[in-house]
T-cell receptor, first 115, second 117 residues
Framework: GAGVSQSPSNKVTEKGKDVELRCDPI?????LYWYRQSLGQGLEFLIY????????KSGLPSDRFSAERTGGSVSTLTIQRTQQEDSAVYLC?????????????FGPGTRLTVL | GENVEQHPSTLSVQEGDSAVIKCTYS??????FPWYKQELGKRPQLIID?????GEKKDQRIAVTLNKTAKHFSLHITETQPEDSAVYFC????????????????FGKGTLLTVNP
């Protein structure tokens, strides 16, 4: 079946502009995660959605970052007033509570470059 | 919060040799330890995981060991092949034993493994 998809695959923007990154999780997956991967760094947790519960925003690096998940499916990560240090690959993952290992399935990522 | 340290950051081996990657974690309540493999330009994928109620798990050429007392776990790859070349990430999480997808993973910084033919 279809895996996690993300769009756009690449985004180049100018410093100070806002960007929106989209994630389509696997159908039926109740959990959705956003991570940031910078060069030479690990996967930095940003935010987590589980069903209708309030999201865990503990990983968001600043108030310029926000995310929504509408209808328990598609999620959008918004970065306002982008800075050069925001340049990274943004990965989305989803998982199912019914999966025996609760494996997180990752999307292909969005490579964000802030000039 | 949880902190995961991973070593080495890079590892180069000859084809056929073994490779070992080690991770330590800080939160003694962590009970689930997955390993993800990320090939160049691709998305991370789960390759093996271990729960805190076992000390070792094997799957063909890969194995993971867990020492809860010392709070460290390791990935072992035997008979390495060029296709094993990738970045490997360890992770730790405090998961709910009652079920549900409330696993917030804390990842290590990754190990770039290169297997030379």
């Amino acid at each position: 079946g279809a895996g996690v998809s993300q769009s756009p695959s690449n985004k180049v923007t100018e410093k100070g502009k806002d960007v929106e990154l989209r994630c389509d999780p696997i159908s039926g997956h109740t959990a959705l995660y956003w991570y940031r991967q910078s060069l030479g760094q690990g996967l930095e947790f940003l935010i987590y959605f589980q069903g209708n519960s309030a999201p865990d925003k503990s990983g968001l690096p600043s108030d310029r970052f926000s995310a929504e998940r509408t209808g328990g499916s598609v999620s959008t990560l918004t970065i306002q007033r982008t800075q050069q240090e925001d340049s990274a690959v943004y990965l989305c993952a989803s998982s199912s509570s019914s999966h025996p290992r609760n494996e997180q399935f990752f999307g292909p990522g969005t490579r964000l470059t802030v000039l | 919060g949880e902190n995961v340290e991973q070593h080495p950051s890079t590892l180069s081996v000859q084809e056929g040799d073994s490779a070992v990657i080690k991770c330590t974690y800080s939160d003694s309540a962590s009970n689930y330890f997955p390993w993800y493999k990320q090939e160049l330009g691709k998305r991370p994928q789960l390759i093996i995981d271990i729960r805190s109620n076992v000390g070792e798990k094997k799957d063909q050429r890969i194995a993971v060991t867990l020492n809860k007392t010392a709070k460290h776990f390791s990935l072992h790859i035997t008979e390495t092949q060029p296709e094993d070349s990738a970045v490997y990430f360890c992770a730790a999480v405090i998961g709910s034993n009652s079920g549900g997808s409330n696993y917030k993973l804390t990842f290590g910084k990754g190990t770039l493994l290169t297997v030379n033919p």
